[in-house]
């Protein structure tokens, strides 16, 4: 699952190296953009598949009551994954609606509902442990996240912080190293990002 996933990132241009702001507000000399997988059906269905496995192997399917989405680029495979589980699935807002229901959670969620949160990658995890108190704000419950890539810059430290396990399809370094093993990067770029990662 691993290598396939990293020959699918590879195939679309997933992986982009230059001078890149991230959502934490740190700058990196690389980029991971997860956003483009849903422009390519295939690529888009076949890491679904793979993510579902992956939660199904990861995770107890008796071991939560529902999925969500963490926006933006999170959210389009943990609602085909929760599709294919039949696991309800609602997603966490950024803000808060300042009119309707002025919730942050949309969907339903109910006071003990054990919520299973799934995003695109983890650098810091703030993101994840956000929409994990918005969760717990409305009575839900978050013991475990799921991403495809974890950039190995802390996320995993502060999310057990929250009491909330990171579970990772690649973390960066087998990625990158993959992808060197493949030829898709060379010398220069596997250093570029092994580099980002020590600096945490």
Do not use: W
């Not at 690529?43 to 999925?67: H, L, M, P, W, Y």
């Not at 060379?186 to 990002?193: A, C, F, G, R, V």
Request: glycine share 8%.
């Amino acid at each position: 699952m691993k290598v396939e996933t990293c020959k699918i990132l590879d195939r679309i241009g997933a992986v982009k190296f230059g001078a890149f702001k991230l959502t934490s507000g740190k700058l990196s000399p690389y980029y991971i953009d997860l956003r483009i997988v849903p422009s390519f059906p295939d690529a888009f269905q076949r890491i679904c598949d793979i993510t579902t496995k992956f939660v199904r192997n990861e995770t107890s399917a008796d071991g939560f009551d529902r999925i969500a989405g963490i926006p933006l680029a999170g959210m389009p495979i943990a609602a085909v994954v929760a599709f294919n589980l039949k696991k309800p699935f609602l997603y966490v807002r950024r803000g808060a609606r300042l009119h309707g229901r002025e919730r942050r959670i949309e969907g339903i969620l109910a006071p003990g509902d054990r919520v299973l949160l799934i995003d695109d990658l983890v650098t810091t995890g703030l993101s994840l442990q956000k929409a994990a108190r918005s969760i717990t704000a409305e009575g839900g419950l978050v013991g475990d996240a799921v991403v495809l890539i974890d950039r190995q810059e802390g996320g995993t430290k502060r999310l057990e912080k929250s009491n909330i396990r990171l579970h990772a399809m690649l973390s960066v370094t087998e990625m990158v190293q993959t992808l060197h093993g493949l030829g898709s990067l060379d010398e220069e770029q596997l250093k570029t990002i092994l580099k980002q990662v020590k600096k945490r």
